[in-house]
């Protein structure tokens, strides 16, 4: 037993210095000028934020969902994925608003 920790050991390290290489030094990034708001992503994942958002919700009201409807150790998670996927559906196929569609609102004045 002894000689087979030794020769794991000594196996460890004959690989180990194949799989610590140096870096190259990556460009230095940009410097903001001073006073400007960072730069804000825009993806989540690489999803939208909008879809990211529906994806979300999905999977908390389905884990919450499952898990009151049932008593299992996997119905939350279960639940959270089935959450998941209604998300991604609902924001995939969701109606666009047309704005002629819409009906013809008044303005409302303070003084009539």
Known sequence: MRTLILLVLAA?????PLS???QTAPAPAPVPAPGAPPA????IFGLPPNQALAIGVGVLAGG?????????PFATVVGGLAGALIGNWWYATRPTVDARGLPMRQQLSAVD
Not at 12 to 16: G, N, Y
Not at 40 to 43: D, E, G, L
Not at 64 to 72: A, F, I, R
């Open 12 to 16: 460890f390290l004959a690989v180990a």
């Open 20 to 22: 610590a290489r140096a």
């Open 40 to 43: 804000a992503s825009s993806t």
């Open 64 to 72: 919450v969902g499952m898990s009151v409807l049932t008593n299992g």
